[in-house]
């Protein structure tokens, strides 16, 4: 994208990530308790970007959009790439921005941006996704682990926030075995990222146990 590239404020979009930028102006203007941007080993000069571009935003968000999801896995927020157009899409459409303004050529344009909006509304209504978004599903699933079978496995304690996870985690215990169920359901990629040393398959082998005993 040339936007990325050219202009006086381009380097405030290089020095934030695409991905920590869709994050944070989501929870700015979506959802409080998204906290995957806190994620982020350098928050300071993303924040003061941030702050300091803020008649950037909207077109920063739609050029998330048209991005190589790929790109955009490449992250350190626990978030897919397809996640991360999510989040743009969820935070544009508070800003009267509609998604599809980049394309203007592509007549039927309107309709497909019009299923994600209504499936970002749905991951807000539920509490069981919201509370995953939070705590991280492979970051949940490791603490739950750790609680329920085996007090020696660690690993959710290489997650870089700590505080608010366990908060999340804490206060919302008895939606712990839906939340459980939901991450045997996700697709193996959306699980892969993440900072635990842990892979897809342990995340749901370690999430089929700990439902087991719950039962």
């Not at 998204?34 to 993303?46: D, I, K, P």
């Not at 790929?70 to 989040?87: C, F, R, S």
């Not at 939070?134 to 970051?139: D, E, I, K, L, R």
Request: hydrophobic residues 35%; proline residues 5%.
């Amino acid at each position: 994208m040339s936007m990325q590239t050219e202009g006086p404020d381009s380097a405030k979009f290089r020095t934030m990530g695409a991905s920590w930028f869709a994050s944070r102006a989501y929870h700015d203007r979506v959802d409080r308790s998204h906290l995957n941007w806190q994620g982020a080993s350098t928050l300071q000069s993303r924040m003061s970007a941030y702050a300091n571009s803020t008649e950037h935003h909207a077109e920063w968000l739609r050029a998330i959009l048209d991005m190589n999801p790929i790109l955009l896995a490449k992250n350190d927020l626990d978030l897919t790439g397809e996640e991360v157009k999510d989040l743009a899409r969820g935070a544009l459409s508070t800003m009267g921005q509609a998604a599809a303004t980049t394309k203007p050529a592509r007549g039927p344009e309107p309709r497909p941006t019009t299923a994600p909006a209504a499936k970002k509304t749905k991951v807000a209504d539920s509490p069981e996704e919201k509370k995953l978004r939070t705590m991280g599903a492979s970051w949940f699933v490791s603490r739950a682990y750790h609680d329920h079978v085996d007090a020696s496995h660690l690993n959710w304690q290489n997650a870089k926030t700590l505080q608010p996870r366990m908060s999340s985690y804490a206060s919302s215990t008895e939606r712990h075995a839906e939340c459980l169920r939901m991450v045997l359901d996700m697709n193996p990629k959306r699980l892969a990222h993440n900072s635990l040393g842990l892979s897809p398959e342990q995340i749901k082998d370690m999430a089929r146990r700990t439902l087991a005993k719950m039962a």
